[in-house]
């Protein structure tokens, strides 16, 4: 049962226009979400985090949206760059006594932006 | 400065036998995860390592896996008796206490057991 899921497992998007990458999750009691950014041959990178708090979070060209009555987020890159080509994935986690560190990754969506 | 290293980067074994997969985190992280990936899956959490607390080993598949961390710096995840569902790779990643959401992760080491 796959609690965070990014249906759309490629994207192609031309270079200059606004890259959407999408991701759906089932448990309501996930409050702390990320996105990742993966090259071949790499481990993932952060990219951006948003708090269940707030609906937005945005640094520089990367803007992380939270829908959570629809318990949906997207990340919005514009404009999109041929650099930004990766498999992204999103993340989500529920603050614990513990902490919030268990993170449920999506199986990603690969990027590809055309010069 | 340096960023989490992991060896091997391959690793083919035969079913049933052992393997052991290190990470070095990067100084002065306390904070250390395990997670693999299987062909078309996500990063699947594992184990987490938080300075001198008790490990979360919730997400450990099997009682075959096992994971260490050595005067909290070097970590190592034992397979015992490995199974063909096994195959995956396996990314360790560190951070700082506080910013689980920053995790700087490895290379990963690509496990194959045939």
């Known amino acids: 049962d796959q609690q965070v899921k990014q249906n759309s497992p490629s994207l192609s998007v031309q270079e200059g226009r606004i890259s959407i990458l999408n991701c759906d999750y089932t448990n309501s009691m996930f409050d702390y979400f990320l996105w990742y950014k993966k090259y071949p041959a790499e481990g993932p990178t952060f990219l951006i985090s948003?708090?269940?708090?707030?609906d937005k979070n945005e640094d520089g060209r990367f803007t992380v949206f939270l829908n959570k009555s629809a318990k949906h987020l997207s990340l919005h890159i514009v404009p999109s760059q041929p650099g930004d080509s990766a498999v992204y994935f999103c993340a989500a986690s529920r603050t614990t006594t513990s902490g919030t560190y268990k993170y449920i990754f999506g199986t990603g969506t690969r990027l590809k932006v055309l010069a | 400065g340096a960023g989490v290293s992991q060896s091997p980067s391959n690793k083919v074994t035969e079913k049933g036998k052992d393997v052991e997969l290190r990470c070095d985190p990067i100084s002065g992280h306390t904070a250390l995860y395990w997670y693999r990936q299987s062909l078309g899956q996500g990063l699947e959490f594992l184990i987490y390592?938080?300075?001198?607390?008790?490990?979360?080993k919730s997400g450990l598949p099997s009682d075959r896996f096992s994971a260490e961390r050595t005067g909290g710096s070097v970590s190592t995840l034992t397979i015992q008796r490995t199974q063909q569902e096994d195959s995956a790779v396996y990314l360790c990643?560190?951070?700082?206490?506080?910013?689980?959401?920053?995790?700087?992760f490895g290379p990963g080491t690509r496990l194959t057991v045939l």
């Open positions: 390592f938080q300075g001198n607390s008790a490990p979360d």
């Open positions: 948003i708090s269940s708090i707030k």
């Open positions: 990643a560190s951070s700082l206490v506080g910013r689980t959401d920053t995790q700087y």
